[in-house]
């Protein structure tokens, strides 16, 4: 009798490789394939406005990205001793307005001279409820201000097809290398309800699809589906319950690689796995014979690699092993 039915995401059409740039931007799990994919030395830039979740606040980020005007002072609020922006997370906030608006001019140059270079950009998509200021402006975080500042709207599916292609239009006039892959978080918004999440996902689910049937350079991958529909239990969720715990990242992460990642770039990925491992051990014995014979063939290992991957920096493990 079989009690899991586990959900095999097919071979992508086009992979990616260890050569290619990746932006990835979105949700808090984006975070969790970002580190991975750094962890394994790809080239990535992760969300240059800080975690984002509804598709509105996603694509204007990009788009300022892609033609970036400078913040100014005007563009900040103050509250409880801290300055910040509607448009970004509040890792951005600081009680020194100038250190804001540095930081987020910094984050948005470095977007910019990116884009160019990219080949891949990972959208993960995690609410499409919306929360807008009195004047109707949409905020991409609500900063801890006090709820009654806000109304909430679930926006419709329409309304995110016309923000996601928006941007998926000014990103192929502007990158026409770049492939752009969807993602739906599997972190459940439980705060705005049980129902109301479901709602949520339903939209953005119903609208990634419909871009991928638009545009044949975007592609969708199930990190939702995977979480909610292949290991649905709370085992795979931290205390909250609502934020998938390392073993589900882990196994979205295999799905992924096999999915998205060429052949050739997993075996590479596996020996960079093995020397990140050694790089991370500690040693009872350093001086011993053993430790010095397996610190040779790490240093060895670090060489060929950067050998055959001439386009990876290996300097650190070099020096490391050296």
Not at 165 to 189: C, F, K
Not at 258 to 282: F, T
Request: with cysteine.
């Amino acid at each position: 009798m079989e009690f899991h039915l586990p959900l095999i995401p097919p071979p992508a059409p086009v992979r990616i490789g260890l050569r290619d740039p990746i932006l990835l931007a979105g949700s808090c799990f984006t975070e969790h394939m970002s580190d991975r994919l750094r962890a394994h030395r790809f080239q990535v830039l992760d969300n240059p406005h800080g975690i984002l979740f509804n598709p509105h606040s996603l694509s204007a980020s990009l788009l300022r990205a892609i033609k970036p005007i400078p913040y100014t002072k005007e563009d900040l609020f103050h509250h409880e001793g801290l300055w910040g922006s509607w448009d970004f997370h509040t890792r951005f906030s600081d009680p020194d307005p100038l250190h804001v608006l540095e930081k987020m001019n910094r984050s948005m140059g470095q977007a910019n001279a990116f884009l160019p270079s990219c080949r891949w950009v990972i959208l993960t998509l995690g609410s499409a409820y919306v929360y807008q200021l009195a004047d109707g402006r949409i905020v991409a975080n609500c900063h801890k201000v006090p709820a009654q500042h806000f109304s909430r709207t679930l926006l419709s599916i329409q309304q995110i097809l016309d923000n996601m292609s928006n941007l998926i239009d000014e990103m192929a006039a502007s990158y026409p290398e770049v492939r752009i892959l969807l993602t739906v978080s599997p972190v459940r918004h439980l705060r705005d309800g049980f129902v109301e999440n479901n709602r949520s996902k339903a939209h953005l689910i119903a609208a990634t699809h419909l871009l991928c049937e638009q545009y044949a350079h975007v592609t969708y991958f199930p990190a939702y589906e995977l979480v909610i529909d292949d290991l649905r239990d709370h085992r795979f969720y931290m205390e909250d319950m609502v934020h998938p715990n390392h073993l589900a990242t882990e196994y979205v992460w295999e799905r992924f690689v096999a999915s998205l990642i060429e052949p050739a770039s997993r075996e590479a990925m596996k020996a960079i796995a093995q020397l990140n491992a050694a790089m991370a051990h500690r040693p009872l014995h350093p001086t011993s014979s053993p430790h010095v014979a397996f610190r040779k063939r790490c240093h060895s290992l670090a060489i060929d690699l950067s050998h055959r991957h001439p386009y990876i920096d290996f300097s650190d493990a070099i020096h490391f092993f050296s």
